[in-house]
């Protein structure tokens, strides 16, 4: 699977939007991005996933870069709940239903009130 | 959408004793199961792959002896530390693939907290 990097943390205010950078360079054309959050104490949870297009969902939304080499996860509006790592990673559609994700660290977003 | 519990949520036992861990996919047959480990500030590493039936695939560097998984039917996969030590106390969490799919999506257990005294 290729690599991604991301910001160690990131912090944002509450009510205010949050863009989580997610930079995958050597991206294949079949590979889908995925993102995953975990709180605290918990396993982690889906977040979003696309393509090639911008994607939206009731948690959030996911921009894709037109090369596809970098995608950022939007959060419209941050809550205290949403402090969390967010985790993005990269599944190739091909691979079958039993391979694992590969987690790398992941941003570690704070939310301050 | 799909459930995957796990149980005990957390467990303190002593050194040297041996701990059960079950993960369960409450809506949906899994036909693959995963077993990661998380220590403190770190992500998640695979330990290894459950298919139903078959044996296990273990990643390099964790021993099958120590970490028993049996996935005896579609919605069940267990996790077992031998022989438990201080240092196997981590975040256990398993997930597993509601498949064949085409983007792989997988569910996460909430995790098991292991603490060996």
């Known amino acids: 699977d290729a690599k991604t990097t991301q910001p160690n943390s990131m912090e944002s205010n509450e009510e205010e939007p949050v863009h989580l950078p997610c930079n995958h360079s050597?991206?294949?054309?079949?590979?889908?991005i995925h993102w995953y959050r975990q709180l605290p104490s918990q396993g982690p949870e889906y977040v979003i996933h696309?393509?090639?297009s911008n994607v939206n969902n009731r948690m959030a939304s996911l921009a894709i870069a037109e090369d596809r080499k970098s995608s950022t996860l939007i959060l419209h509006r941050a809550t205290l709940r949403d402090a969390a790592v967010y985790y993005c990673?990269?599944?190739?559609?091909?691979?079958?239903?039993?391979?694992?994700?590969?987690f790398g660290p992941g941003t570690r977003l704070s939310v301050l009130p | 959408g799909a459930v995957v519990s796990q149980h005990p949520s957390w467990v303190i036992c002593k050194s040297g004793t041996s701990v059960k861990i079950e993960c369960r996919s409450l809506?949906?047959?899994?036909?693959?199961m995963f077993w990661y480990r998380q220590f403190p500030k770190q992500s998640l590493m695979l330990m290894a792959t459950?298919?139903?039936?078959?044996?296990?695939?273990?990643e390099q560097g964790v021993e099958k002896d120590k970490f028993l998984i049996n996935h005896a039917s579609l919605t069940l996969s267990t996790l077992t530390v031998t022989s438990a030590h201080p240092e196997d106390s981590s975040f256990y969490i398993c997930?597993?693939?509601?498949?064949?799919?085409?983007?792989?999506?997988?569910?996460f257990g909430p995790g098991t907290r292991l603490t060996v005294l």
């Open positions: 997930s597993a693939t509601v498949g064949p799919s085409s983007y792989n999506e997988q569910f």
């Open positions: 050597t991206i294949s054309g079949t590979d889908y």
């Open positions: 696309g393509l090639t």
């Open positions: 990673i990269l599944r190739d559609v091909g691979d079958n239903y039993g391979q694992n994700f590969v």
């Open positions: 809506d949906f047959q899994a036909t693959t």
């Open positions: 459950s298919n139903e039936g078959s044996k296990a695939t273990y």
